[in-house]
T-cell receptor, first 111, second 118 residues
Framework: GQNIDQPTEMTATEGAIVQINCTYQTSGFNGLFWYQQHAGEAPTFLSYNVLDGLEEKGRFSSFLSRSKGYSYLLLKELQMKDSASYLCAVREPYNNNDMRFGAGTRLTVKP | GAVVSQHPSWVICKSGTSVKIECRSLDFQATTMFWYRQFPKQSLMLMATSNEGSKATYEQGVEKDKFLINHASLTLSTLTVTSAHPEDSSFYIC??????????????FGPGTRLTVT
């Protein structure tokens, strides 16, 4: 099994930068994902890291350190629509490479 | 892009009845489909993994006789909640991946089905 930990809730101000951390403990690793999920909707893909380092995609960046079992999602120039839950998920190298999700971080962006 | 649909998007049923949820990959063949359940303010919990033409693999604690999964074709998987109870009320989400034609990391989620058991 594996543990995937991320903060439960975070609050930030519109226009600011926020970093959402995720730590994981797993017997195997085949990639880490970040998803955004608005209430009552399915998750939407944000990023994928399989090698160490930073992946940048517009206002969103994701970082991975496999040796530390650590990732973060960085959101810049926050907008009100960024208020959502952000899910960290780790892919296992067995059982069809399915994903295990963290509990999610509920981000509230305030004006 | 790859699209996964679910039907119905929401359903209300009476306790003791069965409900079938369909998950379809619309523009690709899904060799593997995953079924998740999500309770309010909680994350997605994997229920089972299904491969086309074979029996589903259920996660620990998920009753395979209660949650029947059929992945009879490369574009359709169904989840049947049998003898539903109010505690089965949840948001059920499927996702699909094509290990053959697409990048190995891509996994596409359906829009989810909200089940309410009264």
């Amino acid at each position: 099994g594996q543990n995937i930990d991320q903060p439960t809730e975070m609050t930030a101000t519109e226009g600011a930068i926020v970093q959402i951390n995720c730590t994981y403990q797993t017997s195997g690793f085949n990639g880490l994902f970040w998803y955004q999920q608005h209430a009552g909707e399915a998750p939407t893909f944000l990023s994928y890291n399989v090698l160490d380092g930073l992946e940048e995609k517009g206002r969103f960046s994701s970082f991975l350190s496999r040796s530390k079992g650590y990732s973060y999602l960085l959101l810049k120039e926050l907008q009100m629509k960024d208020s959502a839950s952000y899910l960290c998920a780790v892919r296992e190298p067995y059982n069809n490479n399915d994903m295990r999700f963290g509990a999610g971080t509920r981000l509230t962006v305030k004006p | 892009g790859a699209v996964v649909s679910q039907h119905p998007s929401w359903v209300i049923c009476k306790s003791g009845t069965s409900v079938k949820i369909e998950c379809r990959s619309l523009d690709f063949q899904a060799t593997t489909m995953f079924w998740y359940r999500q309770f309010p303010k909680q994350s997605l919990m994997l229920m089972a993994t299904s491969n086309e033409g074979s029996k589903a693999t259920y996660e620990q604690g998920v009753e395979k006789d209660k949650f029947l999964i059929n992945h009879a074709s490369l574009t359709l998987s169904t989840l049947t909640v049998t003898s539903a109870h109010p505690e089965d009320s949840s948001f059920y989400i499927c996702s699909a991946r094509d290990l053959v034609a697409r990048s190995s990391y891509e996994q596409y989620f359906g829009p989810g089905t909200r089940l309410t058991v009264t």
